[in-house]
């Protein structure tokens, strides 16, 4: 129940319990035929779930990386710059490499007639984010 003189709080906090009850894709009418409102049903619903939760992931391990390297090196003529590709890498390949591999998830889903559950969703894009920061750090420690 939301408390009077609370103002705007409660779309605030509706998105914020939607947010954590991992319930991220929004339905927009009765376009759905899921028999149950929480699953994903559709490709577009499936596909964005795991997408944006490898994003999600990527930026969590990438950002303070970027950010250790750039106050490690900043005083360094070009190492400084290092930050920037650290930091591209957490945007960019998610987002090239992650449409597919999340469409490629999501289209195995409906091809097999499966309902997507949000729980599945965020450990599937959070696999995906991980696999890749670790092949990251494998290939560094290989060239040591």
């Given at each position: ?36 409102s ?42 400084r ?7 591209l890498?957490?945007i ?15 289209g ?37």
């Amino acid at each position: 129940m939301e408390r009077e003189g609370s103002g705007g709080s409660g779309a605030s906090a509706g998105l914020l319990q939607q947010i954590l009850s991992l319930k991220l894709v929004p339905r927009v009418g009765n376009g759905t035929l899921c028999p149950n409102s929480t699953s994903l049903c559709s490709f577009p619903e499936m596909w964005y779930g795991v997408f944006l939760w490898a994003l999600v992931s990527s930026l969590f391990f990438h950002v303070p990386a970027g950010l250790l390297a750039l106050f490690t090196l900043r005083h360094h003529k070009y190492g400084r710059f290092m930050s920037v590709s650290i930091l591209l890498m957490g945007i960019v390949g998610p987002i090239t490499a992650g449409i597919l591999t999340s469409a490629a998830v999501a289209g195995v889903y409906r091809a097999a007639g499966k309902e997507m559950i949000p729980f599945e969703a965020l450990t599937l894009g959070t696999g995906q984010a991980f696999c890749v920061v670790a092949v990251s750090f494998l290939r560094i420690l290989a060239t040591l």
